[in-house]
């Protein structure tokens, strides 16, 4: 019943694992096309190469980091809000007119063969913010709406929500979890050239989880990937 103790442990939990050759975290960029005459344009040429660097609260810049979020002996109902943890990302090495943005999605672990997201979907994401610099404005958006809001001095003002930048509840079971990112993840998410952007987030073991789940481990990796 959910509202014994259950040991389901949860062990490295959104373990960060990242390689810029292996999964596009480097791709070339483009000028602008300037024009030699009115007939005949130059075509854009490629500038240097974008390299995505990864850090967390406790590691350097790099190509990866992992264990950023980790939890142990999860009662459902439980939520762990990772204070102070989060992951940030730095697009290098870009000119100011390269256009790109950065995708998040997940990988976990089975939890049997024959039912490879019954955990997942039990893993309920309640926080998950997204916050970029661009220029001297800062600018956090919320996740589980797709609203992007002004923070900085300038004031409080607020875009339209995006549906890009919001984890939709695919299966419709009332909450989202991980198995909902895995299936329709963040998209286009802003990354200005050579400022950074942090991502934290929350999770909460949903109090209708049963005992199936004792003793069981629950790992993910975090995938950041930057598009064109």
Known sequence: MAGRRILAVLLGVLAIIIASGSIGAAYACYDMPRYKSWFIPYRPHPCRQVDLMIQDQDES???GVRETWTASNMVPGDEFVFDGHFVGLQSRSCRRSCR???????????WTAY????????MEITRCVYSYKNGNEIWQIDCLTGKATRVSKKGNNYWSPNGNWQIRDVDNDGRVTFYDLKKRPLTNLPLPPDDESHFEMSVRFHQSAGNEFQRDTFNLAMVYRLTT
């Open 61 to 63: 810049w790099g190509d």
């Open 115 to 122: 039912q490879p997201n019954r955990m997942a979907k039990y």
């Open 100 to 110: 790109g943005g950065i995708l998040i999605s997940c990988n976990y672990n089975p």
